[in-house]
């Protein structure tokens, strides 16, 4: 009804599991990784927990998007049965015949058992997912962890994630489970949003629905996290009520007026759930008076674009090549200087990345930028990420942001340094607060990387050429391993084991596969005299 009204695609606050809405928080993504751990390890179980609404999911449906070719899997949507009818179920996700009507435990057993053989002997990798885990009966769960039996003298035939909210972790400390907790090689629990993330993950949904404008200003989003707790699904729909609300009474943007109004309808029906427990009338009425309070407060203070910018900023005095040092106020330091054609925002942005790298920059209207990059021994790197994962990244990057009337436009990240931003503007050097960067930027960005000699796209598991000499050098200096004497020349078993290793340290996707990221961060280990955003750091600590 209002995607119109706002210009967007597509509902941005769906409840419905979609990957493509996926926003990537520090957790969030840790949780990936340790589920892509389950997919490319030799057996056992992962654990994957997390209070109702968190997103378990959609992760789990973004994991299934990220599966790899020679992966079959068996996804369990519905555990509430008995093992016999676990065993079918899992027969049917992975095609395996067995009698009609077979109630017989060791037939499934043993016809899953030979599936599994039949599908290592040619090279394919087994996955059991199991959703709402936590209600899997003790005598379904102890089959289910006899089902790890099935092995070689290898290696286990059968990778097992089980995916449930924390009841299940609580399951897992009985005493009777204690042969199955045993097995499980990796755990994660998934937690709410902070209240940082809370404005990204807004944000994100109505970006990836098509949005343009910023439909949910600052100042309704320390609201949206008390009343939400940050727990996704709530999120999504107070969002979606708060949305038709503007819509009906012709607003631009959602106000924090509209917010409550939508936020007490639903708390109304429905309450607030924590866990399994509710949060009781008298706390909503407590929260809902905090939120109306703080809007009365608010109202103190001058607003631009509906929402009230009181962060610490200031003007930076960081030398920045051909960029001018000028004072601007503070609400103005996150927008595009308002006498420069913002049509020209990327080049500007583009120019300085150039300088960044002492490159000189000839680019005309309609050219390429990656390509003039590629012709000076460099190569693009588009993405979308947190600051935290950009500054892993650890590169200077052009950044896509939204002004205050929701029309997107570049900057040039330079530097972090503690707490702050060091940016280029148009021409103006600007150093502000990391978290209110974090609140403008869209998490599009562009970098540049140096990749090693012969490398000409993602090296894979079997692939051959010199530069797999470069990939075990490096990561034989990063692991303390002496490197070979001969340089390999092709990415074989041993050494994606490595790089599996080395990704997941890293917090990587752990599939064995050698892209930009890998190798940045392998160069990153190593030692680099390349423009870094962070200088003279450790990044692990």
């Known amino acids: 009804m209002y995607r119109e009204h706002f210009g967007l695609r597509e509902p941005p606050f769906s409840i419905a599991p979609d990957p493509r809405f996926l926003y990537m928080s520090e957790q969030h993504r840790e949780a990936m990784a340790h589920l892509v751990y389950g997919m490319n390890t030799d057996g056992g179980f992962v654990l994957l927990t997390g209070d109702v609404g968190t997103g378990k999911t959609t992760i789990c449906r973004g994991l299934l998007e990220q599966k790899q070719e020679d992966t079959d899997i068996a996804f369990i949507l519905n555990p509430k049965v008995s093992a016999e009818e676990l065993l079918a179920a899992i027969c049917d996700e992975l095609g395996i015949g067995y009698p009609e009507g077979n109630t017989s435990v060791k037939v499934f057993v043993d016809n899953i058992n030979t599936y599994l053989l039949r599908a ?70 998934i937690g709410p949003l902070t209240k940082n993330e809370v404005g990204g993950y807004v944000n994100h949904r109505l970006l990836v629905a098509g949005g343009q404008k910023r439909l949910f200003p600052d100042s309704v989003i320390g609201s949206l996290y ?109 927008e595009w200087p308002s006498w420069l054609p913002i049509d020209r925002s990327k080049e500007m942005a583009c120019r300085a990345l150039f300088e960044e790298w002492n490159i000189s920059y000839h680019i005309q209207k309609g050219d390429d930028v990656c390509t003039q990059v590629r012709a000076n021994g460099l190569r693009c790197l588009n993405g979308s990420a947190s600051l935290k994962e950009l500054t892993l990244l650890n590169r200077p990057a052009v950044l896509k942001l939204l002004n205050g009337n929701g029309k997107e436009f570049y900057i040039t990240l330079r530097r972090i340094e503690g707490q702050s931003a060091v940016l280029v503007v148009g021409q103006e050097k600007r150093v502000v607060d990391s978290k209110e960067l974090e609140k403008r930027w869209s998490g599009d960005y562009l970098l540049f990387w140096r990749a090693p000699d012969n490398y000409n796209s ?63 961060h392998l160069v990153n280990k190593k030692g680099t005299e390349e423009p870094l955003l962070i200088v003279d750091k450790d990044l692990d600590k």
């Not at 940050?230 to 007026?257: F, H, M, S, T, W």
């Not at 050429?465 to 990561?475: D, M, N, Q, S, T």
């Not at 020349?489 to 599996?500: E, F, I, M, S």
């Open 226 to 334: 008390r009343l939400s707790r940050g727990v996704p699904r709530l999120i999504n729909v107070i969002c979606d009520r708060a949305l038709l609300g503007a819509y009906v009474q012709g607003k631009e943007a959602v106000d924090k007026k509209t917010l409550i109004k939508a936020s007490r309808e639903i708390f109304g029906k429905q309450g607030i759930q924590k866990g399994r427990s509710r949060i009781t009338k008298w706390m909503v009425a407590s929260l809902l008076l905090m939120v109306f309070g703080a809007a009365i407060t608010a109202a103190f203070y001058g607003s631009f674009y509906g929402y009230t910018i009181r962060s610490k900023l200031k003007t930076a005095e960081v030398p920045v090549a051909s960029a001018t040092s000028i004072e601007i106020k503070k609400a103005d330091m996150l």
């Open 120 to 189: 290592y002997a040619v090279g394919r990798k087994t996955v059991l997912i199991i959703e709402e885990a936590q209600n899997l009966r003790p005598d379904v769960l102890e089959q289910v962890r006899l089902l790890t039996n099935l092995e070689t003298n290898q290696q286990k035939l059968l990778k097992i994630i089980m995916i449930g909210q924390p009841e299940l972790k609580e399951m897992l400390l009985r005493a009777d489970m204690e042969q199955l907790s045993q097995r499980i090689t990796a755990r994660y629990h």
């Open 458 to 520: 993602n090296i894979h598991p079997g692939d051959k050429g010199a530069e797999i000499g470069w990939l075990e050098r490096y990561l034989s200096s990063v692991q303390g391993k002496k490197p070979q004497p001969k340089s390999p020349l092709t990415y074989g078993d041993d050494l994606v084991r490595r790089v599996k290793k080395f990704q997941l340290d890293e917090g990587l996707i752990t599939d064995g596969i050698v892209g930009p990221q890998t190798i940045i």
